[in-house]
């Protein structure tokens, strides 16, 4: 059983780490299993909490953010057992939180814009910075301060990334080098491409194509990358944030719309499939860990905070899900075959032309939504 395969299905369900074995091990900008060699991260350390955080803390996340042996550490040194269920979209997890399905969760872990959003509609509880001294000491410079979350408040930067193509190199002609390759190579892939179940995404794919911003809220932008997509909506077999990963390391699928850390991670699975960053830029996120203002335990939801972002341990987190670690002391403590590869260090020419995604008004997110819908349904 695949690596990927096996983690992916320990998170279809409310995982329950509290009774799992620690088989797995995990790190990175975007992931991959820790190997027993002399490149492998150190293992999971314990951290002894200042805190007597007791309990269950139930948490509402991306799937394999939370490790399973980093989890299980923090169990056997705290006795707070760990629950975790998975969404594979901002817009998912909002949906739940606002119609009260969320009550039962501590921390959620939103994108950049989604944790604006959520401070707006007050659903984040701000964070006593005094418990997490060493987490916010360690940040670096390019994350803190961001425009979501101007003092980091409400939110802590846990991983970024970019968002661009991952690709079957053997099963192509020619390699994708920008987001305009899908269209050019479409009747190629018909019915083997995926494109992301995101509706901020795929629209802002299509107008980063165009040499557009992809916050555009112009209304013949918008209806011009809508078309676009039209053209190209034949070619893709469905849209997918995470179940593409087995389907393209089986040759099923060839081509992903995908996040850097997903394409890095199948690329350890298949060596065929490549992840590029598109000439023409693209999203630039990073997502974070926050504290629900219905947050049943809070005591534990600090520790477990202080716990998994300690260096040692969120090097092993880096080192399985390949995304990007905002933690000064982390690179050190990577493997240079992680720090050296071009999806996962990013070259400063092509991130010059990266965006973030930003929050839309009512009215625009209404259009992007109207588009979306019409999308998925021809």
Same mark, same amino acid.
């Given at each position: ?23 797995l ?38 799937a ?49 814009y ?7 509609l007050?659903?984040? *509880? ?10 916010y ?13 101007? *003092? ?5 930067p ?5 968002t ?79 179940d ?19 394409g ?16 023409s ?7 974070t860990?926050?504290?629900?203002k ?37 690179p050190a ?35 992007y ?10």
């Amino acid at each position: 059983m695949s690596f990927l395969r096996m983690r992916r299905r320990q998170f279809i369900q409310r995982s329950s780490f509290f009774l799992m074995g620690a088989g797995l091990s995990a790190c990175g900008f975007a992931g991959g299993s820790a190997s027993q060699n002399a490149e492998s991260t150190p293992a999971a350390t314990a951290a002894s909490p200042t805190t007597a955080a007791t309990g269950t803390l139930n948490l509402y996340t991306w799937a394999d953010y939370v490790n399973p042996e980093v989890a299980q550490a923090f169990t056997q040194e705290t006795g707070v057992k760990i629950t975790a269920d998975t969404y594979d979209a901002n817009e998912t997890m909002l949906a739940k939180v606002q119609a009260g399905g969320g009550t039962g969760y501590s921390l959620v872990y939103p994108s950049d814009y989604m944790v604006a959003q959520m401070v707006e509609l007050n659903l984040l *509880e701000p964070l006593d910075q005094s418990r997490l001294e060493a987490v916010y000491g360690d940040l670096g410079d390019n994350f803190k301060n961001l425009y979501y979350d101007p *003092e980091n408040k409400y939110s802590i930067p846990y991983t970024w990334g970019t968002t661009g193509i991952a690709y079957n190199s053997k099963e192509l002609k020619k390699a994708p080098t920008d987001f305009n390759s899908l269209w050019e190579m479409r009747d190629q892939i018909k019915g083997r491409l995926t494109l992301l179940d995101d509706v901020r995404e795929v629209m802002g794919m299509s107008l980063k194509s165009l040499g557009y911003s992809l916050n555009s809220k112009d209304k013949a932008q918008l209806q011009e990358a809508y078309d676009k997509l039209r053209e190209l909506k034949p070619a893709v077999a469905t849209f997918t944030s995470y179940d593409w990963r087995d389907r393209m390391i089986s040759g099923d699928i060839v081509v992903s719309h995908a996040y850097s850390g997903d394409g890095l991670q199948v690329g350890k699975e298949n060596p065929d499939v490549k992840y590029v960053v598109p000439a023409s830029g693209c999203t630039l996120w990073n997502d974070t860990i926050a504290m629900l203002k219905t947050a049943p335990n809070k005591d534990a939801a600090y520790e477990w905070i202080k716990y998994s972002m300690e260096p040692k341990n969120s090097a092993v987190i880096t080192e399985a899900i390949l995304f990007g670690n905002p933690l000064k002391a982390v690179p050190a403590l990577l493997p240079e075959s992680i720090k050296s590869n071009p999806g996962w260090a990013v070259a400063p020419d092509l991130l010059a032309k990266t965006e973030k995604i930003e929050p839309l008004d009512d009215t625009t997110q209404a259009i992007y939504d109207d588009y979306w819908t019409k999308l998925k349904s021809v």
